[in-house]
Structure formats: C-alpha cells, structure tokens
C-alpha cells in the first residue's frame, strides 16, 4: 500500500545525544515536512523540502536539521541543541509544495514519540 | 497514552446524534482547508477538504461549510458512531504557491454510548 512510514515509533534519548526519525514515503511526492505536535497547540512545522537536495527551514527549526538525498526520503535529526525535544513528532508529504493545480492534502505518516530521560 | 489532546476542547454527542466542530480560520488569503481525524497515538487521518471557491462539500456521512465571510469553517458528522471519538482539526493553506499549511489546535470528540 502507498503511504508514509515513520520509525521508530517510540524513541527514548538522554540528554546531550542527537537521534534521528526516518520518513520513508511511496506516494511519489515531491514535498515532505516534518512537523511538531504538542499538547494543546496546532502542528508546528519544523523542515520542509519541495525537491531532492533542497529543503526550508519552517517556524521551529532550531535544533533540528534534515537531508533530502532521495525524494523517497527525509530524515529528521534532533540534535543536543534542541532544548525540549520531548514531543510527537509528524512527517507528511504532499503532491506539490504548494502548486495549484494539485489538491493539497497533506499525507501523514503515524508519528514518532521521543522522549528525553 | 498519547498525550496530545489533554486540553483541547470536548465535544460530547450521544451516538446516533449528529456532530458540529467549529474551526476558525485566521488567514484571509486561505483558499483551501481540509479536516483531518487524529486517533490517540496515531497521525493524522484526512476527512474531507474545500476550496474557497466552494461554501458547503459533503462525503460519506460528513460535510463541510465554509464561511468566507466570517472566516469559521465547520464539520458535521451525520449519526455519530464510536469510531468517530477522536480529535478533530482544521487545516487552512494558501494555494498560491505556499508551502505553508496552519493548522488549529483541535477538538476532541467523545461519542457517549
């Protein structure tokens, strides 16, 4: 089935280490984000990339950073810097960065739970 | 559990009754929203979108309006089941070229048997 897989699904990290969450879609799109998701606040975006080798920084970038090597792909590091990295974290795609002759809709894949001990 | 949601509004429906969730939208320039369905634990599930071009959009027991007007966006679900208890949001994009998507903060729908 087509879709968007993220892993791992839980992840836990001490203080001071970078992880990194996996996005892998198969959907052929052309953009990918990361977004945060907190209680009680809308998704954030963190990383967007429109294109293979290119990718923008979004609203809360600070402390993450990306790679978009393949279109199938855009990993997300989390790095020490990162000062409350505990949070839901939500990768998508969509047909086009933002065209308008495309729906729109953002794809979600299940989400990847960090937590920092 | 799954943390998100703890203090979002709630909805409360008896099952059988119809659901409305309200969304108010921020951006004038917005010309297309879509709802998404949010399960604890999980990502975000699409439900149904519109374009501004558009005031009412309906699909498998869901409809959408939207008021340009008065920026508010709405969602109602006809005979509420269970498997509706979830937490609802409403996303607003501008179409021109964007990127960027704005996302409200959701609703948490309880479905009391």
């Known amino acids: 089935d087509g879709g968007i897989t993220q892993s791992p699904k839980y992840l836990f990290r001490k203080e001071g280490q970078n992880v990194t969450l996996s996005c892998e879609q198969n959907?052929?799109?052309?953009?990918m984000y990361w977004y945060r998701q907190d209680p009680g606040q809308g998704l954030r975006l963190i990383y967007y990339?429109?294109?293979?080798?290119?990718?923008q920084k979004g609203d809360i970038a600070e402390g993450y950073s990306v790679s978009r090597e393949k279109k199938e792909s855009l990993p997300l590091t989390v790095t020490s810097a990162q000062k409350n990295p505990t949070a839901f974290y939500l990768c998508?795609?969509?047909?086009?960065?933002?065209?308008?002759?495309?729906?729109?809709?953002?794809?979600f894949g299940e989400g990847s739970r960090l937590t920092v001990l | 559990g799954e943390s998100v949601g703890l203090h979002l509004p709630t909805l409360s429906v008896q099952e059988g009754d119809n659901s409305i969730i309200n969304c108010a939208y921020s951006?004038?320039?917005?010309?297309?929203f879509i709802w998404y369905k949010q399960e604890s634990g999980k990502g975000p599930q699409f439900i149904i979108d519109?374009?501004?071009?558009?005031d009412k959009r309906q699909g498998q027991r869901v409809t959408v309006l939207l008021n340009k007007t008065v920026k508010h966006l709405s969602l109602q679900i006809a005979a509420t089941q269970p498997g509706d208890s979830a937490v609802y949001f409403c996303?607003?994009?501008?179409?021109?070229?964007?990127?960027?998507?704005?996302f409200g903060t959701g609703t948490r729908l309880k479905v009391l048997a």
């Open positions: 959907l052929n799109h052309d953009a």
């Open positions: 951006n004038s320039a917005s010309d297309y």
């Open positions: 996303a607003e994009k501008e179409s021109s070229g964007t990127y960027k998507y704005i």
């Open positions: 519109i374009r501004s071009n558009m």
């Open positions: 998508a795609s969509s047909q086009k960065g933002g065209g308008t002759s495309n729906t729109g809709e953002l794809f």
């Open positions: 990339s429109q294109i293979v080798n290119d990718f």
